[in-house]
C-alpha cells in the first residue's frame, strides 16, 4: 500500500492556532503536510497575507519536511458575468498560484462557483418560471462561464507546474454544478489533463451519496477532503467516525492512488484532538482496507 499523504487543514486548526503554528504542529504530530485555507479574512486572506509569512512558511515546510496545498476562498465564482467580480478573482488566483509554486504545492482548489443571477432575482422577488429569467438558462449560460473561467485559470495554475483541483459542492444554494454527473461534464468540457476533482466527502453524503459520487468521479480525483456527516443537506464537516459515513467504499482508492488526504473537519471546541481522532480514523480505515 502507498502510504497515505495525510494533511491538516488551517482551516480546521483557526481556532487554536494562526497558519505558522498549524504548520508546525503539523510536522511535530508526523503529518505529511497542511492545506491553506486562504479565505479567513481575519487572518489568512490572500491580498493581505504578508510575503515574509509565506516565506515562513515555506522555511517551515523545508526544515521539517513537510508539504503544502492552497486551497482558494470560498467567494471566489468562476460563474460570475460580473466584470468586477472576474478581475478580483483572477487578481486572487494569480497571488495563489504564486503562493502554491513558493510552497511547491501540487494543487490549487477551487469550487464550481454559484448562479448569481438567481440570487439576484430572489432579493428583487421576482418569479422565476418567466421568459425572461428562466432559470433553466440562466443555470446553463453560468455553467458555461464558469467552465471557460476554471479552463484559464487552470492554464495559469499549468505554467506554475500546478493542477487545478475543482470541489464537489452539490450541497451550495444555486450552485453551478448540482450533481457529480454535472461536475464531471464540466471538467470533460474544459478538455484538460490537469483538471481534476477534490472530493469532499462530507459534500457527497449528503449529496448524491459518498459511493454513488465516488463512482461518477473516479477517474478525475486527485485530492480529498476527508469529512464526515449526518444531517441530509447540511454541510457539517464531522470529525471521521462522528456521522453516517462508509468510508471502507473508498478505502481502496485511498490507500493507493497517492493523493493528499486532507483532514477538513469542524470542530471548534476541540480542534487539535479532533484532527488527531480523525487521523487514527483514517488509519484504522486504510489498514482494514
Known amino acids: 500500500m502507498t502510504m497515505p499523504r495525510i494533511y491538516t487543514s488551517s482551516w480546521?486548526?483557526?481556532?487554536?492556532?494562526?497558519?505558522?503554528?498549524?504548520?508546525?504542529?503539523?510536522?511535530?504530530?508526523?503529518?505529511?503536510?497542511?492545506?491553506?485555507?486562504c479565505d479567513e479574512p481575519i487572518e489568512f486572506w490572500p491580498t493581505a497575507v504578508p510575503d515574509s509569512t509565506i516565506a515562513e512558511l515555506a522555511a517551515i515546510g523545508d526544515g521539517e519536511g513537510i508539504g503544502y496545498a492552497i486551497h482558494a476562498p470560498d467567494s471566489l465564482n468562476p460563474a460570475t458575468s460580473l466584470p468586477e467580480g472576474m478581475a478580483r478573482d483572477d487578481e486572487i488566483i494569480?497571488?495563489?498560484?504564486?503562493?502554491?509554486?513558493r510552497l511547491s504545492s501540487p494543487v490549487l482548489g477551487v469550487h464550481p462557483g454559484v448562479v448569481h443571477t438567481l440570487f439576484g432575482l430572489e432579493r428583487h422577488g421576482v418569479r422565476f418560471a418567466t421568459e425572461r429569467h428562466d432559470p433553466l438558462r440562466l443555470v446553463e449560460e453560468a455553467r458555461?462561464?464558469?467552465?471557460?473561467?476554471?479552463?484559464?485559470?487552470?492554464?495559469?495554475?499549468?505554467?506554475?507546474g500546478?493542477?487545478?483541483?475543482?470541489?464537489?459542492?452539490?450541497?451550495?444554494?444555486?450552485?453551478?454544478?448540482?450533481?457529480?454527473?454535472?461536475?464531471?461534464d464540466m471538467i470533460a468540457e474544459m478538455r484538460r489533463h490537469d483538471v481534476g476533482v477534490n472530493l469532499d466527502t462530507g459534500h457527497a453524503i449528503i449529496g448524491g451519496?459518498?459511493?454513488?459520487?465516488?463512482?461518477?468521479?473516479?477517474?478525475?480525483?486527485?485530492?480529498?477532503?476527508?469529512?464526515?456527516?449526518?444531517?441530509?443537506?447540511?454541510?457539517?464537516?464531522?470529525?471521521?467516525g462522528e456521522g453516517r459515513a462508509d468510508f471502507s467504499v473508498i478505502a481502496d482508492f485511498m490507500g493507493t492512488f497517492g493523493g493528499i488526504l486532507v483532514l477538513e473537519i469542524f470542530a471548534p471546541d476541540r480542534p487539535v484532538r479532533a484532527t488527531l481522532e480523525s487521523?487514527?480514523?483514517?488509519?484504522g480505515v486504510l489498514a482494514r482496507a
Open 12 to 37: 480546521t486548526l483557526f481556532p487554536s492556532m494562526n497558519a505558522v503554528g498549524a504548520a508546525r504542529f503539523s510536522a511535530k504530530e508526523g503529518f505529511a503536510g497542511i492545506e491553506l485555507a
Open 144 to 160: 458555461m462561464r464558469a467552465v471557460e473561467t476554471l479552463g484559464r485559470w487552470a492554464e495559469m495554475a499549468a505554467q506554475a
Open 94 to 101: 494569480k497571488r495563489l498560484v504564486d503562493w502554491a509554486e
Open 209 to 240: 451519496g459518498l459511493a454513488e459520487e465516488f463512482a461518477v468521479l473516479k477517474d478525475r480525483i486527485v485530492h480529498f477532503h476527508l469529512n464526515d456527516g449526518k444531517t441530509h443537506g447540511v454541510s457539517e464537516h464531522l470529525p471521521l
Open 162 to 184: 500546478l493542477m487545478l483541483t475543482v470541489e464537489n459542492e452539490v450541497h451550495v444554494r444555486h450552485t453551478a454544478a448540482a450533481t457529480a454527473e454535472i461536475l464531471a
Open 279 to 283: 487521523r487514527d480514523y483514517l488509519l
